[in-house]
């Protein structure tokens, strides 16, 4: 998991990627993938993942290979597949698929492209130039404001953006979230590190600067990105810290309208909110507050001269992938071969997927979802996870270390919790975006229009708890905090990890485990300080986190003995809270498991108990292959421990022990005092 910011987590979200073909993965394959000559009680991973793990090859490049890699290969593939098509059928004009496939044939359109030139820019450019003074400066500033941010990302493409969201107090109201951006480079340090290293990226910057303002035509292009870079170290130096920004405490500031003037001069604020569609807002949550007051000082203070190049600069990069080859070219050799280290721009048809799914990413959910997460798959997880939540009550009600009263917030938090699974009951409505073929600029502009006004407008909706926060075609989850919400796409719920025609031991040992874990960080360290209706606010007692912290002393302990590497061991407090999220999931999970079984026995399936296989599914689910160099730094730098470690997380669980009739002398075989749980 990685924390982008607090209130919103992404979980392995992984980007779809290249689209070439994937060997297939069903959950009959898991049988074959068993290594019979390992004993289970010796080495459980070895035992589940064995015969794979001898032939899994990791791609040239890459530093691992595991089952998620193969779902984005093979999601990306069929993401590809289903624009393509659309692109080929013309469909009627207005639907889904025209407007898919037409962005998509708009994007590949690189002769249309080429013979506009810079052309579809002249209005954009025409303001730029017409900037003469500060309140026109503002207004353009306002202008730009966007709503491509969110909780999950930080920097936003322009000087602000908004993300529109429940307040940290109020679930019941929307409100502005004013975030911090306007950074050509990713990273703050980018601009401030002294090193050496930094400095040469700096230099490296500001020749693409001067190449990218060449292309639109400005004279005297070295002096000027000289300034625009001048002017973003400044900004940079005005961004709160990466420490700062992770602080959710740090980014509650409400903000009044009347509080702009006094606490950020130097920016017509009236022309900007005017200019950005909020004239009428009067509340604000200003997520870093020097961002704020110092961009502002330097939008009164520099020179409109060097706003004005740094304008075009980034309206320019904003597009350059739908600009003429030369614009389009100079970005990648800046961003994709400096910044991220490609040598080689990758296929256009790769560039206009992730385009597509950009603009209308729920638009090819739906095509996705119609052909590969039909209706009766969500209502199979939704039964599943029923049971998850039934299972989460009665442990939350037997905890040890929990007092009464935190149990009782802690099960209503339970009953509140939302969970999303495969696709939204309601899809973003794309009815009034036009997207014309052969227009490529158009339709981004178009579609940017619609996202931001889209946003906007829930300022004056009531909060949608239900509202999605990733793609269905996206392999990956979404743990939302405020509000309290959890989303697992179609692209995850697919096998191995769920297979809605499959094996329900499969699933729930897998799949089951896995959104089980995501539940447990809504009731732990993550989650503990935000309520049910996702109001800031920690409802733990001092005494609850002290009896946490002795218990989870236990499992850390357990980690800290594994040791992969000669004189390499796990660190057990680094991976603690990931561990104590997989025990929990995988209890949660089997006690689900069992209540879906209704008191019916169990099935044997390629000569494995529904037990065993509950137990195998969860190992495979953790199998990965990787180099050396890439484990090290995994024990070294993550929150999460080594798969093999995490799929021996089973050694806690008595009903692993009966499943695979583990004794004494079994490597892996605890006394039962000595097995950890805190769940
Ligand atoms: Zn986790």
Not at 61 to 76: C, F, H, K, N, W
Not at 273 to 295: M, N, R, Y
Not at 405 to 418: G, P
Not at 575 to 593: F, K, P, R, T
Request: hydrophobic content about 40%; charged content about 20%.
């Amino acid at each position: 998991m990685n924390f982008c910011a607090p209130g919103a987590v992404f979980i392995f979200a992984l980007a779809l990627s290249a689209g070439t073909a994937a060997a297939p993965v069903d959950q009959n394959a898991g049988t074959q993938d068993i290594d019979r000559s390992i004993r289970p009680g010796d080495d459980f991973y070895r035992y589940a993942n064995g015969t794979w793990l001898r032939t899994a090859t990791i791609p040239a490049g890459q530093p691992s290979y595991d089952t998620r890699a193969i779902l984005v290969e093979r999601t990306s593939q069929r993401v590809r597949e289903l624009i393509q098509e659309a692109a080929a059928a013309h469909a009627v004009r207005g639907s889904i698929a025209q407007k898919v496939g037409d962005y998509y044939a708009s994007i590949m359109d690189e002769a249309a492209i080429e013979a506009k030139g810079l052309t579809p820019l002249a209005a954009e450019m025409a303001q730029i130039a017409a900037i003469t003074n500060k309140a026109l400066l503002a207004a353009y500033l306002g202008s730009t404001l966007n709503s491509e941010v969110d909780g999950l990302t930080g920097n936003a493409d322009h000087i602000f953006g908004v993300w529109v969201n429940q307040s940290f107090d109020d679930s019941k109201h929307c409100v502005f979230h004013l975030l911090q951006g306007g950074l050509g480079m990713p990273d703050r340090d980018d601009y401030l590190d002294p090193s050496p290293k930094m400095a040469e990226l700096r230099a490296q910057y500001k020749t693409h600067i001067a190449a990218i303002l060449k292309l639109s035509g400005i004279p005297d292009a070295e002096t000027r990105a000289a300034r625009v870079l001048a002017l973003e170290i400044q900004i940079a130096q005005a961004h709160a810290p990466d420490a700062d920004a992770a602080d959710v405490f740090k980014q509650n500031n409400p903000w009044k309208r009347a509080d702009f003037n006094v606490k950020a001069p130097g920016m017509d604020w009236g022309a900007y909110f005017t200019a950005g569609g909020v004239a009428g807002q009067s509340e604000f949550i200003v997520w870093q507050p020097s961002a704020v007051t110092g961009t502002s000082a330097l939008v009164g203070r520099e020179s409109i001269d060097v706003w004005k190049d740094y304008l075009t600069l980034h309206v320019i990069e904003h597009y350059a992938n739908i600009l003429p080859k030369a614009v389009a070219a100079e970005h990648f050799a800046f961003y994709g071969t400096v910044l991220s280290g490609a040598q080689q721009r990758p296929d256009r048809s790769k560039e206009a997927i992730v385009a597509t799914n950009a603009a209308l990413g729920q638009a090819v959910g739906q095509l996705y979802t119609r052909r590969y997460f039909p209706p009766d798959a969500k209502a199979k997880a939704q039964a599943m996870v029923g049971n998850l939540i039934i299972a989460y009550r009665a442990r939350i009600a037997n905890l040890t270390w929990m007092s009464p009263q935190t149990k009782e917030k802690a099960l209503a938090k339970l009953a509140a919790l939302r969970i999303g699974l495969g696709y939204p009951d309601t899809w973003i409505d794309y009815t009034t975006l036009d997207v014309v073929r052969g227009d490529a600029f158009g339709n981004m502009r178009r579609a940017e229009a619609l996202n931001r006004s889209r946003n906007l407008a829930k300022l004056t909706q009531p909060a949608d708890p239900d509202e999605w926060r990733i793609d269905p075609q996206i392999v990956g989850a979404v743990i939302v905090f405020s509000p309290n919400t959890e989303t697992f796409s179609a692209g995850i719920l697919q096998p191995p990890f769920f297979d809605s025609q499959g094996d329900d031991a499969w699933n729930y040992g897998s799949a089951g485990a896995g959104i089980a874990h995501e539940i447990s960080h809504s009731f732990d360290e993550l989650g503990n300080i935000y309520d049910g209706q996702g109001r800031l606010g920690n409802w733990w007692t001092a005494e609850d986190l002290a009896k946490y912290h002795a218990a989870a002393e236990r499992v850390a302990a357990q980690f800290d003995g594994y040791c992969p590497l000669s004189g390499v061991c796990i660190n057990g407090k680094q991976v603690l809270s990931e561990n104590i999220a997989d025990l929990a999931g995988l209890l949660v999970a089997h006690d689900a498991y069992v209540l879906s079984l209704k008191g019916k026995t169990d099935v044997v399936i390629n000569g494995l108990s529904g037990e065993q296989r509950f137990f195998l599914a969860f190992a495979q689910r953790w199998r990965r292959a990787q180099t050396e160099e890439a484990l090290r730094r995994q024990i070294a730098t993550d929150h999460h421990a080594p798969g093999e470690y995490r799929s021996d997380t089973v050694r806690n669980v008595d009903a692993w022990y009966k499943a695979y009739e583990v004794s004494p002398g079994d490597k892996l075989y605890l006394k039962p005092e000595d097995r950890v749980g805190l769940w």
